[in-house]
């Protein structure tokens, strides 16, 4: 039987819309695969997180390339770039305190002496803050090395889009990407644990300069290095190849990717059995549904990019289990880059796989 004339037409829409989100997909891994590999697994975490608004963890050792890909993530996005107006840049800077991250008013005594007389009066000064209504990302650099009161502080733009800012809740709607970084090594003096709250936020995430761990500790240490650029400007060179708006009615069109009864199934049983490998080698623990969103979003992402289609089938589940995985850990005092090898981690995510509806 012929399909009725509105069913064909919802079909091609469909099949048209499908076709953009792989074209899309191409140009943001040709942009960014020009400042790091194309097969770089940051370069495919990347393309999800930014047609799906969901924040992007990087970890990895110095010199492995997180700036540089942080950096030509926005500049990708034609009407944002990487510019102090659109990217609200958090340093890995220990004095940076909440007040200068969201603003604020405060007062302070001011004493003036004469011979006559003392006097005192309130002066009240205001600090604007880094984010403004034309900001469209956060850039947080070595989270590992930021003040925890400051990264709380951006908490609620990462939960809901809101920011408390002189006593009052006010509305950032702007603010659609979130990058951030930090050097997967052992805790150094001075360094910071993440907030389980930001932490679990990172919806998709990697950890770059991985080895395949063999030759010995120097040997992979050389290897590590080599792999990193010495072209600390390469970002500016990246060409928009995607609109914000394109990106933010891309993400929309994901959200409403089919998940199969089956495909929902595999996406619980993998949420439980990741969950369980997490807690059990990285003392990772989570209570709330955030993994299980993230991973059927994940799922959508491939499913879309990927394949072209918009219905996920298992094995989108499966190739969107990495980014959720890594983004779990990739600020883990466990890790360090030098003796954590993309063998390992591989390992941990077949665990996951295979203990799956056991």
Not at 188 to 195: A, L, S, V, W
Request: proline letters at 3%; aromatic letters at 4%.
């Amino acid at each position: 039987m012929e399909q009725p004339s509105h069913l064909r037409e919802v079909s091609a829409s469909r099949d048209a819309v499908a076709a953009d989100l792989v074209k899309a997909a191409e140009n943001i891994r040709e942009a960014l695969g020009s400042v790091v590999s194309h097969e770089d697994p940051a370069v495919d975490a990347a393309i999800v997180s930014l047609m799906t608004q969901t924040p992007f963890g990087l970890g990895g050792r110095a010199a492995t390339g997180k700036t540089l890909l942080s950096r030509a993530y926005f500049q990708a996005i034609e009407g944002v770039g990487y510019t102090n107006e659109t990217v609200a840049f958090i340093p890995g800077d220990h004095d940076l305190s909440a007040r200068a991250i969201k603003g604020d008013t405060y007062t302070q005594k001011k004493t003036t002496k004469s011979d006559i007389e003392r006097t005192e009066e309130e002066i009240t000064q205001e600090i604007a803050g880094i984010f403004t209504n034309k900001t469209r990302g956060i850039h947080f650099e070595e989270m590992t090395a930021a003040n925890p009161a400051a990264l709380r502080s951006a908490m609620s733009l990462m939960a809901n889009g809101t920011v408390e800012r002189r006593g009052e809740i006010q509305d950032m709607p702007g603010i659609h990407w979130v990058v951030a970084s930090a050097n997967t090594i052992n805790r150094r003096d001075g360094t910071h644990t993440i907030p389980p709250q930001i932490a679990s936020r990172m919806a998709v995430g990697t950890i770059m300069g991985l080895t395949d761990g063999t030759g010995d500790k120097s040997t992979r240490r050389a290897r590590l290095l080599n792999r990193s650029t010495d072209k600390k400007e390469a970002w500016k060179k990246v060409d928009p190849v995607v609109s914000a708006k394109e990106l933010l009615e891309f993400g929309r069109h994901i959200g409403q990717v089919a998940i199969p009864d089956e495909a929902r199934d595999h996406i619980v049983e993998l949420t439980i059995s990741t969950m369980d490998v997490l807690a059990r080698e990285f003392g990772v623990r989570e209570g709330d549904h955030r993994m299980y969103e993230q991973l059927s979003l994940g799922a959508r992402a491939q499913c879309a990019i990927h394949a072209g289609k918009m219905a996920v089938a298992k094995e989108d589940v499966v190739r969107a289990l990495p980014g959720v995985f890594a983004a779990r850990i990739f600020v883990h005092p466990k890790i360090d880059a030098e003796d954590f090898h993309q063998g390992q981690l591989n390992e941990f995510i077949e665990t996951a796989i295979s203990e799956a509806g056991k």
